[in-house]
């Protein structure tokens, strides 16, 4: 006997053989069991769901000798014979190749005729929508009012293409395409039954190719099988697909996961030996992160489709949902990007590389590998200062060796300033505009005379070097805080009264919270949200520093974040923003950062007041512009508030 493969072997014989239809087989078995028929039935769905296995049910249904019933005995000549294929009151017709209006005449013909043997005569027409509209217009009729005998059973992939008046005359029924869960369970069933031994994920990789047709997944068990010499192992059924084992996705997420840079190089490598779609991993690596942000939004939702819930799970519990964001996107960006690089496995390492790098809290100084030399950017590589290099030709302060454009002076004798900018990496700007001291005799004695010439001299003018790395690290909309007195303030001999009375200190004892009483210094009161920006802490430190409130306890500097800025500070933020403090405040100064609620009064709650004072001075200004107005009056304009920007002046 010829082999049959398992895609007609295992072919529905009963209703309750069907997979994933529950919602068609319901209707058509109730109507059955009340004997509510009607003469028309149209089902549409993708290939390989289901649409001629369940015409040809409901014909052994309505023809069994038992009787109209659900459940057909299969052991009569009516449901023997439809079963192989030979039943003459069964027609079946390929409307792709006989689309003609001859062949629709010659049906409509038949109609009239009654069934040799069965109780009904049953036409099922596959693919219907290839029908020209002439052969619908002879069909129309008679899919109406066709004989009492007659029962039409339309198959068709395609059901926009149906004309609306076939539509109307027929009850349509949408099978579903089918989901993972359920294919690799029959899979699981029909292995089982063949004594074929398989593994697990060799199963959902298959359910995964079919692509929603159980017809499918038979026919590529059929060739795995054949592949795999009569057994169903993962690798196999990976490399007869052409795509890679979902394991080696778990892979790769895990090594993202332990920020495992070089075991992450080394599984693209061992993946690309097998020359993947890395389009297909993005999208896997998509749906995965997908999945793990609704289970960390809405625990308990993650399904079982792909078979990996307890991955699913685990991830959701071990990833931020900072991470899973970032992952997210980068994953997205460059499967769009895939396209349009030199090589495709280049733009999927780079993709990678940057879910890597640029992961909330990764450390960014330092390459994960030591370099040559022996320096791996550790603390003992900085123990003996480098030489400077050579001065960039950049002005300097006379009063201080450091060079004025140098935002943040090493106060450690047992830092390199030079080492420690360069060290910075990519998550500061500030980077760009720093040189080097231009006297290559200092020594480690010039960093004990900060605190005497901070409280001796007058803080320097920042240069257009520092001003250029403040405008790039802040807000486009904060800008250093202006000495002069604001327009819609009332003027007076002193610009210190030209603060609000809130931020005067001196005066008030609720300017500031009870633990952030300022500071006496030699040189003025030094209040924290109005003169942090003399600090000279730029960049992402400064950023988040400025989010913060200031309090004393000792010679500790308490600085209170909230929770969302505080969980972006790292060692390297907190030493900066400790170097700015103790340039100012001396080297026995010590920093604790505490998440929690500032209050009002930040540096960055300041200068966003003083920007919406400004603003409204502005706008103001040009309201009371007797220009403005003789121009609104004589033809009727209407002034733009959002246009009007105030003028910044620079500090000098």
Same mark, same amino acid.
């Given at each position: 006997?010829?082999?049959?493969?398992?895609?007609?072997?295992?072919?529905?014989?009963?209703?309750?053989?069907?997979?994933?239809?529950?919602?068609?087989?319901?209707?058509?078995?109730?109507?059955?069991?009340?004997?509510?028929?009607?003469?028309?039935?149209?089902?549409?769905?993708?290939?390989?769901?289901?649409?001629?296995?369940?015409?040809?049910?409901?014909?052994?249904?309505?023809?069994?000798?038992?009787?109209?019933?659900?459940?057909?005995?299969?052991?009569?000549?009516?449901?023997?014979?439809?079963?192989?294929?030979?039943?003459?009151?069964?027609?079946?017709?390929?409307?792709?190749?006989?689309?003609?209006?001859?062949?629709?005449?010659?049906?409509?013909?038949?109609?009239?005729?009654?069934?040799?043997?069965?109780?009904?005569?049953?036409?099922?027409?596959?693919?219907?929508?290839?029908?020209?509209?002439?052969?619908?217009?002879?069909?129309?009729?008679?899919?109406?009012?066709?004989?009492?005998?007659?029962?039409?059973?339309?198959?068709?992939?395609?059901?926009?293409?149906?004309?609306?008046?076939?539509?109307?005359?027929?009850?349509?029924?949408?099978?579903?395409?089918?989901?993972?869960?359920?294919?690799?369970?029959?899979?699981?069933?029909?292995?089982?039954?063949?004594?074929?031994?398989?593994?697990?994920?060799?199963?959902?990789?298959?359910?995964?190719?079919?692509?929603?047709?159980?017809?499918?997944?038979?026919?590529?068990?059929?060739?795995?099988?054949?592949?795999?010499?009569?057994?169903?192992?993962?690798?196999?059924?990976?490399?007869?697909?052409?795509?890679?084992?979902?394991?080696?996705?778990?892979?790769?997420?895990?090594?993202?996961?332990?920020?495992?840079?070089?075991?992450?190089?080394?599984?693209?490598?061992?993946?690309?030996?097998?020359?993947?779609?890395?389009?297909?991993?993005?999208?896997?690596?998509?749906?995965?992160?997908?999945?793990?942000?609704?289970?960390? !939004?809405?625990?308990?939702?993650?399904?079982?489709?792909?078979?990996?819930?307890?991955?699913?799970?685990?991830?959701?519990?071990?990833?931020?949902?900072?991470?899973?964001?970032?992952?997210?996107?980068?994953?997205?960006?460059?499967?769009?990007?895939?396209?349009?690089?030199?090589?495709?496995?280049?733009?999927?390492?780079?993709?990678?590389?940057?879910?890597?790098?640029?992961?909330?809290?990764?450390?960014?100084?330092?390459?994960?590998?030591?370099?040559?030399?022996?320096?791996?950017?550790?603390?003992?590589?900085?123990?003996?200062?480098?030489?400077?290099?050579?001065?960039?030709?950049?002005?300097?302060?006379?009063?201080?060796?450091?060079?004025?454009?140098?935002?943040?002076?090493?106060?450690?004798?047992?830092?390199?300033?030079?080492?420690? !900018?360069?060290?910075?990496?990519?998550?500061?700007?500030?980077?760009?505009?720093?040189?080097?001291?231009?006297?290559?005799?200092?020594?480690?004695?010039?960093?004990?005379?900060?605190?005497?010439?901070?409280?001796?001299?007058?803080?320097?003018?920042?240069?257009?070097?520092?001003?250029?790395?403040?405008?790039?690290?802040?807000?486009?909309?904060?800008?250093?805080?202006?000495?002069?007195?604001?327009?819609?303030?009332?003027?007076?001999?002193?610009?210190?009264?030209?603060?609000?009375?809130?931020?005067?200190?001196?005066?008030?004892?609720?300017?500031?919270?009870?633990?952030?009483?300022?500071?006496?210094?030699?040189?003025?009161?030094?209040?924290?949200?109005?003169?942090?920006?003399?600090?000279?802490?730029?960049?992402?430190?400064?950023?988040?520093?400025?989010?913060?409130?200031?309090?004393?306890?000792?010679?500790?500097?308490?600085?209170?974040?909230?929770?969302?800025?505080?969980?972006?500070?790292?060692?390297?933020?907190?030493?900066?923003?400790?170097?700015?403090?103790?340039n100012r405040f001396g080297a026995t100064t010590d920093l604790r950062v505490e998440p929690g609620n500032p209050g009002p009064h930040t540096p960055a709650a300041?200068?966003?007041?003083?920007?919406?004072?400004?603003?409204?001075?502005?706008?103001?200004?040009?309201?009371?512009?007797?220009?403005?107005?003789?121009?609104?009056?004589?033809?009727?304009?209407?002034?733009?508030?959002?246009?009007?920007?105030?003028?910044?002046?620079?500090?000098?």
């Open positions: 006997m010829s082999y049959q493969v398992l895609a007609r072997k295992w072919r529905p014989r009963t209703f309750e053989d069907m997979v994933g239809q529950e919602h068609v087989l319901q209707a058509l078995i109730h109507a059955l069991e009340n004997q509510r028929l009607h003469h028309a039935y149209l089902f549409t769905g993708t290939r390989g769901v289901g649409k001629t296995t369940i015409g040809r049910l409901l014909a052994r249904c309505l023809n069994c000798e038992t009787g109209i019933t659900p459940r057909p005995c299969g052991e009569c000549s009516s449901c023997t014979e439809i079963q192989e294929g030979r039943f003459v009151d069964l027609i079946e017709i390929d409307a792709a190749s006989r689309t003609g209006v001859d062949d629709m005449r010659e049906l409509t013909d038949n109609v009239q005729y009654a069934p040799t043997r069965g109780r009904y005569k049953v036409y099922l027409i596959d693919e219907v929508h290839m029908l020209t509209n002439q052969s619908f217009n002879a069909f129309l009729k008679t899919l109406e009012e066709p004989p009492e005998h007659v029962k039409f059973l339309l198959a068709t992939t395609d059901p926009q293409k149906l004309p609306v008046t076939v539509l109307s005359r027929c009850l349509q029924f949408n099978l579903k395409r089918m989901t993972p869960e359920h294919i690799a369970g029959h899979l699981q069933h029909v292995l089982t039954e063949e004594q074929i031994s398989f593994e697990d994920p060799a199963l959902w990789l298959l359910a995964r190719a079919a692509d929603g047709s159980m017809r499918d997944a038979l026919s590529l068990t059929d060739q795995a099988i054949a592949f795999g010499n009569q057994k169903l192992a993962a690798s196999d059924v990976s490399n007869m697909l052409g795509t890679i084992d979902q394991r080696d996705v778990e892979r790769l997420v895990q090594a993202l996961v332990e920020r495992d840079g070089p075991g992450l190089l080394s599984e693209i490598n061992r993946i690309s030996d097998f020359a993947p779609d890395y389009s297909v991993i993005l999208a896997d690596l998509l749906s995965l992160f997908h999945r793990v942000t609704m289970e960390q !939004v809405v625990p308990g939702t993650a399904d079982n489709a792909l078979g990996d819930a307890a991955q699913v799970q685990t991830l959701a519990r071990k990833l931020s949902a900072e991470d899973a964001q970032l992952f997210y996107q980068a994953a997205l960006m460059g499967r769009k990007d895939l396209a349009i690089t030199p090589d495709a496995r280049m733009g999927f390492e780079m993709t990678l590389l940057r879910m890597l790098a640029f992961r909330p809290g990764a450390d960014r100084r330092e390459p994960p590998a030591v370099s040559s030399g022996g320096q791996a950017g550790s603390g003992a590589a900085r123990d003996e200062p480098d030489p400077a290099p050579a001065p960039r030709g950049e002005p300097s302060a006379p009063v201080d060796p450091a060079p004025a454009n140098e935002p943040e002076p090493a106060n450690d004798s047992t830092r390199d300033p030079v080492s420690e !900018v360069a060290g910075d990496g990519v998550d500061e700007s500030e980077q760009a505009t720093v040189s080097p001291p231009t006297d290559d005799s200092h020594d480690d004695s010039w960093l004990a005379s900060l605190d005497a010439q901070a409280a001796a001299e007058p803080e320097p003018e920042p240069e257009s070097g520092q001003e250029l790395a403040r405008e790039t690290e802040r807000e486009p909309d904060i800008q250093p805080v202006e000495s002069e007195p604001l327009p819609d303030y009332e003027p007076s001999a002193s610009d210190e009264q030209s603060e609000p009375e809130a931020l005067r200190p001196e005066e008030s004892e609720s300017s500031t919270p009870p633990e952030q009483e300022p500071v006496p210094q030699s040189g003025g009161e030094f209040v924290w949200e109005r003169d942090f920006r003399s600090l000279g802490i730029v960049g992402m430190p400064g950023n988040l520093a400025s989010h913060g409130a200031l309090s004393w306890q000792g010679d500790t500097v308490v600085l209170t974040i909230d929770a969302g800025h505080a969980r972006l500070l790292n060692a390297r933020h907190e030493e900066k923003i400790l170097t700015g403090l103790r300041f200068e966003e007041r003083q920007r919406k004072a400004r603003q409204q001075a502005a706008e103001e200004s040009i309201r009371k512009d007797p220009a403005v107005q003789s121009i609104v009056e004589r033809f009727g304009a209407r002034v733009v508030e959002d246009s009007i920007r105030p003028i910044e002046t620079s500090r000098r």
